[in-house]
């Protein structure tokens, strides 16, 4: 099922979100940027740079940056039909500096659950 993320009406971009844990209520699959999504690749940079993926040291600063800038964005997530999903986090890991774009995946946390009972069908 296409899911959509959106900051202020504005497509920031999609994902399947082919992976879930239900009981985490977690869902996460490959991201495929939107128009939008220049206006928030910005922040989601600041993790890959905080959480490198090679493994390298944490910059616990940075991340505490990261962290107050995605959550003052206010993104939401839709499903297919445009209904709204609750969340409780919307994170992209971009990690496409210097690599293609299957290094760009969306992982939320969503607490609603009329979206877990859907799925579940």
Do not use: C
Request: aromatic share 8%; net charge negative.
């Amino acid at each position: 099922m296409k899911h959509t993320v959106r900051l202020k009406g504005i497509i920031v971009g999609h994902s399947e979100l082919e992976h879930a844990d239900h009981g985490v209520r977690r869902a996460w699959g490959a991201f495929r940027p939107g128009m939008g999504y220049e206006l928030v690749q910005p922040v989601f940079q600041l993790f890959s740079q905080a959480v490198p993926r090679n493994g390298g040291a944490r910059d616990e600063a940075q991340l505490a940056r990261y962290h107050g800038a995605r959550d003052a964005l206010g993104l939401e997530l839709v499903d297919g039909a445009g209904r709204p999903i609750r969340t409780t986090t919307i994170h992209i890991a971009d990690y496409s500096a210097g690599a293609d774009d299957e290094a760009i995946e969306l992982d939320v946390l969503i607490s609603d659950d009329e979206y877990w009972e859907r799925r579940r069908v």
